[in-house]
């Protein structure tokens, strides 16, 4: 799949998100926009057909308005300025629930690791992705989550299940990249296997890169993710270079995303006792406890990790699944619905505005005789 063929892919599941929603009535936030600015087109609208007496756009907002009786009456706001307006207190809701959401999600993720087992964690993920069960690759988060739940405590035979439920090799670029990277996590964390794990977080990297557009939500994340897990394997196996401390050391001090927190904590914790800073290390170690003290995985030594000998074959779930002829077909087709869908969406939205402003032009010229 080239990277053309794989943005378009994420478009149309992008629309394809959008419409499972509104079909479910669901709330989503760019539907709030959306709905938002077209009851303000209309209400503007509504404005110039029943004052065609008031001022037109290009007049001042605050502009009194002669009324009979010598009353004046103050014209409605310019319709640039609603619409500014608008988009304004639109941003400002949804990205402050948005915060607030995430703000209290991180709080019972951290909440959910002081239980004994991964019961707790995963009912808090279940309950942060259950939106993405109306997205088409839905099935890839909800595993993604539920299979790193499982790792942090070390439960092997869950994480394993858990990856194996979804067709990886039917996934765009980035969504494949998930899937290494939880088998990754596996690998660190269940089978103790440093080399393999650093080898498919690399992986993981390098696919999550195939696309275009840098503005994707979640892309970001998920290179920095990728990043740490290879930066705690180089602790490891003590390679780490002053950038990959440095990166330990800034992921150790991320509040906003629990496993950078972790992961980041976990790895600077090794490369202290690489070093020769016991007591570095030893505040780090008991930082990990306070945070995650039923997360056995996360309170291994250096030392409890194999420098040399393989760990016993298993099906990898997503690396066998991606080797496969079984490959990701009908790419030029996806791109080709994904088109389609965007034409109809921008066709829309656009034939409304041009329609608002062709009946502003006729309200604002029987207005004005």
Same mark, same amino acid.
């Given at each position: 799949?080239?990277?053309?063929?794989?943005?378009?892919?994420?478009?149309?599941?992008?629309?394809?998100?959008?419409?499972?929603?509104?079909?479910?009535? =669901?709330?989503?936030?760019?539907?709030?926009?959306?709905?938002?600015?077209?009851?303000?087109?209309?209400?503007?609208?509504?404005?110039?057909?029943?004052?065609?007496?008031? $001022? #037109?756009?290009?007049?001042?907002?605050?502009?009194?308005?002669?009324?009979?009786?010598?009353?004046? %009456?103050?014209?409605? $706001?310019?319709?640039?300025?609603?619409?500014?307006?608008?988009?304004?207190?639109?941003?400002?809701?949804?990205?402050?629930?948005?915060?607030?959401?995430?703000?209290?999600?991180?709080?019972?993720?951290?909440? !959910?690791?002081?239980?004994?087992?991964?019961?707790?964690?995963?009912?808090?993920?279940?309950?942060?992705?259950?939106?993405?069960?109306?997205?088409?690759?839905?099935?890839?988060?909800?595993?993604?989550?539920?299979?790193?739940?499982?790792?942090?405590?070390?439960?092997?035979?869950?994480?394993?299940?858990?990856?194996?439920?979804?067709?990886?090799?039917?996934? %765009?670029?980035?969504?494949?990249?998930?899937?290494?990277?939880?088998?990754?996590?596996?690998?660190?964390?269940?089978?103790?296997?440093?080399?393999?794990?650093?080898?498919? #977080?690399?992986?993981?990297?390098?696919?999550?890169?195939?696309?275009?557009?840098?503005?994707?939500?979640?892309?970001?994340?998920?290179?920095?993710?990728? =990043?740490?897990?290879?930066?705690?394997?180089?602790?490891?196996?003590?390679? !780490?270079?002053?950038?990959?401390?440095?990166?330990?050391?800034?992921? !150790?001090?991320?509040? #906003?995303?629990?496993?950078?927190?972790?992961?980041?904590?976990?790895?600077?914790?090794?490369?202290?006792?690489?070093?020769?800073?016991?007591?570095?290390?030893? =505040?780090?170690?008991?930082?990990?406890?306070?945070?995650?003290?039923?997360?056995?995985?996360?309170?291994?030594?250096? %030392?409890?990790?194999?420098?040399?000998?393989?760990?016993?074959?298993?099906?990898?779930?997503? #690396?066998?699944?991606?080797?496969?002829?079984?490959?990701?077909?009908?790419?030029?087709?996806?791109?080709?619905?994904?088109?389609?869908?965007?034409?109809?969406?921008?066709?829309?939205?656009?034939?409304?505005?041009?329609?608002?402003?062709?009946?502003?032009?006729?309200?604002? !010229?029987?207005?004005?005789?």
């Amino acid at each position: 799949m080239s990277k053309s063929e794989n943005d378009w892919y994420l478009v149309g599941a992008t629309i394809s998100t959008v419409e499972a929603h509104r079909k479910q009535r =669901r709330s989503h936030y760019w539907s709030v926009l959306l709905w938002v600015m077209l009851a303000v087109l209309f209400l503007s609208l509504f404005q110039l057909v029943l004052h065609t007496g008031l $001022p #037109s756009a290009r007049d001042d907002a605050a502009e009194a308005i002669p009324q009979p009786g010598g009353k004046t %009456a103050v014209g409605f $706001p310019d319709t640039p300025a609603v619409l500014l307006i608008a988009f304004g207190v639109s941003f400002a809701l949804i990205f402050g629930s948005r915060w607030w959401g995430q703000r209290r999600w991180r709080r019972a993720f951290f909440e !959910a690791l002081q239980h004994p087992g991964p019961e707790k964690l995963i009912e808090v993920s279940e309950q942060a992705t259950k939106k993405a069960r109306l997205m088409p690759d839905g099935d890839a988060l909800i595993a993604q989550s539920t299979t790193f739940a499982y790792a942090l405590y070390g439960r092997e035979a869950e994480a394993t299940r858990a990856l194996a439920e979804v067709n990886w090799s039917a996934k %765009a670029p980035l969504f494949r990249a998930l899937g290494l990277a939880c088998e990754g996590i596996v690998e660190l964390l269940c089978r103790r296997d440093v080399p393999r794990s650093s080898e498919l #977080s690399r992986r993981a990297r390098e696919m999550g890169a195939v696309t275009y557009a840098k503005w994707l939500a979640g892309k970001t994340r998920v290179e920095r993710l990728n =990043r740490i897990y290879e930066a705690v394997g180089e602790a490891l196996s003590n390679t !780490a270079s002053p950038l990959t401390l440095k990166l330990l050391e800034e992921s !150790a001090a991320d509040d #906003s995303t629990p496993a950078l927190k972790l992961f980041g904590t976990f790895g600077l914790a090794v490369a202290m006792e690489h070093s020769g800073n016991a007591e570095r290390a030893r =505040r780090l170690r008991e930082n990990l406890t306070q945070l995650a003290p039923h997360c056995a995985p996360l309170h291994l030594k250096a %030392a409890d990790f194999p420098a040399s000998g393989q760990p016993a074959p298993w099906a990898a779930p997503v #690396s066998s699944s991606l080797s496969s002829p079984t490959a990701l077909g009908a790419a030029g087709a996806s791109a080709r619905a994904a088109k389609w869908k965007l034409f109809k969406v921008v066709a829309t939205w656009g034939g409304l505005i041009a329609l608002f402003y062709v009946l502003r032009l006729l309200a604002a !010229a029987t207005g004005t005789k």
